[in-house]
């Protein structure tokens, strides 16, 4: 990340409370994500990470609080919403259609048509353009997939998450939101997942990233943020902190104002 002494805030909510009957998923939470970081977010089970993420993305409406992009507040309904606001979200499981080729998945839902009579009336697609496009994008992000008509079922877990994660890349304006994307892969894909994230970040998007493993939060996250009990317990600078003082502090066994001032971000 760019040391800069006052870094912009591209996304922030304050003071979110979701509610399910009984159960406070998200009891009054902040949230701020900066200009040009990887922001982690960590936190045991049920401590409101997917509540948070799903807020964000438009997944669920929260009871209250509000929701700032670029300073100015949203209110987003569904998922559409945060979309057309040029936040992407990259799921877990639902990340890419298997049986359709690579060009197809980066523009699903978003199909180029062909121009004039044919496109407008006809409902053609462009699929030349699609294809260079689709190809110009896994280039600039230097995902190493050749040929753009291949299914994405004959690519390994890795590549298809690199899929779908290209796709988020090229559509998202604003913010990139990745909830576990090396949960289902091996060591070597997981790295080639997390050296795309960077380079999404490098190329000016900020990314929110979920994920239960320590040590990819540790490679990749410029600043993490700790979830716990429906708030933000912490938000921690990875270089000034131990992964032990960090979980610990996820946990509950330490609290934020035993760290030493450095270990905050
Ligand atoms: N649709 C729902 N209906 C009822 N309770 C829910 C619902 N979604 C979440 N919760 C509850 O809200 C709390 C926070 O859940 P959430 O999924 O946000 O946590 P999490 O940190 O993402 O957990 P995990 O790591 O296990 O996915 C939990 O107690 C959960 O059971």
Redesign the pocket.
């Known amino acids: 990340m760019n040391a800069v002494a006052n870094p912009k805030i591209v996304m922030q909510a304050r003071g979110l409370v979701?509610r399910?009957?009984q159960?406070?998923?998200?009891d009054g939470v902040d949230f701020e994500l900066r200009e040009g970081e990887i922001l982690a977010v960590i936190?045991?089970?049920?401590?409101?990470?997917?509540?948070?993420?799903?807020a964000l993305s438009g997944a669920?409406v929260p009871d209250e609080g509000e929701i700032l992009l670029d300073g100015s507040p949203v209110h987003f309904r569904n998922p559409l919403d945060a979309r057309r606001a040029g936040i992407e979200t990259v799921y877990q499981d639902l990340a890419v259609a298997p049986a359709m080729t690579i060009y197809e998945n980066l523009f699903l839902g978003r199909e180029l048509r062909r121009p004039g009579f044919l496109g407008n009336m006809l409902r053609m697609l462009d699929k030349k353009k699609m294809l260079h496009e689709s190809a110009a994008r896994m280039a600039d992000l230097k995902v190493g997939i050749q040929s753009m008509t291949q299914a994405v079922e004959t690519l390994s877990g890795g590549q298809r998450q690199c899929v779908a994660v290209a796709r988020s890349a090229a559509f998202a304006r604003h913010v990139v939101i990745m909830d576990e994307p090396t949960a289902a892969l091996g060591v070597k894909e997981g790295n080639m997942v997390l050296e795309l994230i960077r380079r999404v970040r490098d190329r000016g998007l900020p990314v929110v990233l979920?994920s239960?493993n320590m040590p990819h939060v540790f490679e990749v996250a410029d600043r993490i943020h700790v979830?716990r009990l429906?708030r933000r317990a912490a938000v921690l600078n990875p270089k000034n902190i131990s992964m032990s003082d960090t979980v610990a502090v996820m946990t509950g066994a330490m609290t934020a104002d035993q760290l030493p001032a450095e270990a905050h971000a």
């Open positions: 979701k399910y009957g159960v406070t998923a998200l936190g045991d089970n049920g401590a409101g990470k997917s509540s948070l993420i799903k669920i979920i239960h979830a429906g």
